[in-house]
């Protein structure tokens, strides 16, 4: 199975810093990746597919980018309601995988 | 408004039986992969399978194999999550998602939380 690693691990950061979240491959997964928000005890909400298209109704202040084993999520501007936890996932090769999530903090 | 609703908590025994369900609508159901995914207490997210409504096609994941079972009622356009005695370990939230063409998740349920305890 295609393992996914996130980091960091945890983020501390400010309203209106740009971040850049990583998600790295254990083997190529081409465009085959997504990423996920979840707030605490909510479902996850889609930003990403197929490793940069933005997903319908997310801001613009999101991006990604990336192909083969490397991939970055970036928010451009912080705002408050984007402290969440952030997962890469992978859908290229079955099992699909997850990474074990960048937890983003003020 | 597309979306996918669970059925509600479950609190139940070790080697109890349990079915919870995930219903679809707005959208056409039965040409949608529904996936499951495993959310334990504090945790990531765990891809568990998912199962393709109009024929019932179903691909688990092999830590989920054998463990869980996936099926589909399209006419009521529902899935469902089944486990024949549960475990401790089983403990967890549980996410339906619908799959796009490519396998991504863009619309997820709410989620149903499962606890197991003597």
């Known amino acids: 199975a295609i393992q996914l690693t996130q980091s960091p691990s945890s983020l501390s950061a400010s309203v209106g810093d740009r971040v850049t979240l990583t998600c790295r491959a254990s083997q190529d997964s081409s465009s085959g990746l997504a990423w996920y928000q979840q707030k605490p005890g909510q479902a996850p909400k889609l930003l990403i597919y197929d490793a940069s298209s933005l997903q319908s109704g997310v801001p613009s202040r999101f991006s990604g980018s990336g192909s083969g084993t490397d991939f970055t999520l970036t928010i451009s501007s912080l705002q408050p309601e984007d402290f969440a936890t952030y997962y890469c996932q992978q859908f290229s090769s079955y099992p699909y995988t997850f990474g074990q999530g960048t937890k983003l903090e003020i | 408004e597309v979306q996918l609703v669970q059925s509600g908590a479950e609190v139940k025994k070790p080697g109890e039986s349990l079915v919870i369900s995930c219903k679809g609508s707005?959208?056409?159901?039965?040409?949608?992969?529904i996936a499951w995914v495993r959310q334990r207490p504090g945790k990531g997210l765990e891809w568990m399978g998912f199962i393709y409504p109009r024929d019932s096609d179903t691909r688990y994941s092999p830590s989920f194999q054998g463990q869980v079972t996936l099926s589909v009622d399209k006419s009521i356009s529902t899935a469902y999550l089944q486990w024949s005695s549960l475990k401790a370990s089983d403990t967890a939230m549980y996410f339906c998602?619908?799959?796009?063409?490519?396998?991504?998740?863009?619309?997820w349920g709410q989620g149903t939380t499962v606890t197991v305890s003597s």
């Open positions: 998602a619908r799959l796009q063409k490519s396998d991504y998740m863009d619309v």
């Open positions: 707005g959208y056409n159901f039965p040409t949608f992969w």
